[in-house]
């Protein structure tokens, strides 16, 4: 439930109010009586974030983000080492069937 802000136009009296959004305004004011108040528009409220992960400040620590790059970069030079073994082993097979395939000929 949001905080209105009222004035009277009549003695010119300022004051909030806790409502309901679907209740009707007040026409009366408190301190005169009058039927004078009128609600206020208003800039609203601030948005606040609640928890982590809303700044930067929050992520993971630079040490572990170092760590991760680490392991991220060891794991990538495994694949290459094992990818370029195959590709080695397979030109090799290759080329020693061709050589077996041409001398018999």
């Known amino acids: 439930m949001p905080t209105y802000d009222y004035v009277c136009g009549a003695c010119d009296a300022?004051?909030?109010l806790f409502q309901?959004?679907?209740a009707s305004p007040v026409r009366k004011?408190?301190?005169c009586g009058k039927m004078?108040?009128?609600?206020?528009?208003?800039?609203?409220?601030?948005v606040?974030?609640?928890g982590s992960g809303f700044y930067q400040t929050d992520y993971r620590s630079d040490s572990?983000?170092?760590g991760a790059d680490a392991a991220k970069k060891s794991q990538s030079d495994t694949k290459s080492e094992t990818k370029s073994e195959s590709k080695s082993?397979?030109?090799s097979s290759?080329?020693?069937s061709k050589t077996s395939s041409s001398g018999s000929e």
């Open 29 to 31: 004011c408190p301190e």
């Open 89 to 91: 082993s397979e030109s």
């Open 14 to 16: 300022h004051w909030e």
């Open 94 to 96: 290759k080329s020693e």
């Open 64 to 66: 572990y983000k170092k």
């Open 20 to 22: 309901s959004i679907k």
């Open 36 to 46: 004078k108040a009128k609600r206020q528009i208003g800039t609203g409220a601030g």
């Open 48 to 50: 606040i974030f609640k």
